[in-house]
């Protein structure tokens, strides 16, 4: 075998070992980007009130609702994650807190690739 060949072999192997340790940077960056984009998470209602959706609220969320069926509330003070007509503490339907608590986890499945 010549010294050639033999550097065209090793080349070819440290460009495909190159492209393999790139595409496992690639995808843990991909994954750090997910993890942060999933901590600010926010989803906004047709009425424009804009929810937290982070693993902790999405928890709440579920929370208040079976609460406030258990109840028979129909509404809840809520703290948004923006002003809504000048305030951040804001009543809220039972309605409202299961579109805001589907469109999260809608919204978390589409980040991380389950929907």
């Not at 959706?53 to 929370?63: P, T, W, Y």
């Not at 703290?79 to 039972?94: H, M, P």
Request: hydrophobic share 40%; no cysteine.
């Amino acid at each position: 075998m010549s010294n050639i060949y033999k550097e065209t072999e090793v080349n070819q192997e440290n460009t495909v070992n190159a492209s393999i340790l790139q595409h496992k940077v690639d995808k843990h960056e991909t994954k750090l980007v997910k993890i942060e984009t999933l901590k600010k998470l926010t989803v906004t209602l047709s009425d424009g009130k804009v929810f937290y959706a982070d693993a902790e609220s999405r928890i709440d969320l579920r929370d208040a609702i079976e609460l406030g069926i258990e109840l028979n509330k129909t509404s809840t003070a809520w703290k948004l994650a923006e002003d809504f007509n000048g305030s951040r503490i804001v009543e809220v339907t039972i309605d409202e807190l299961k579109e805001a608590s589907k469109l999260a986890l809608m919204t978390k499945g589409n980040i991380v690739g389950a929907i």
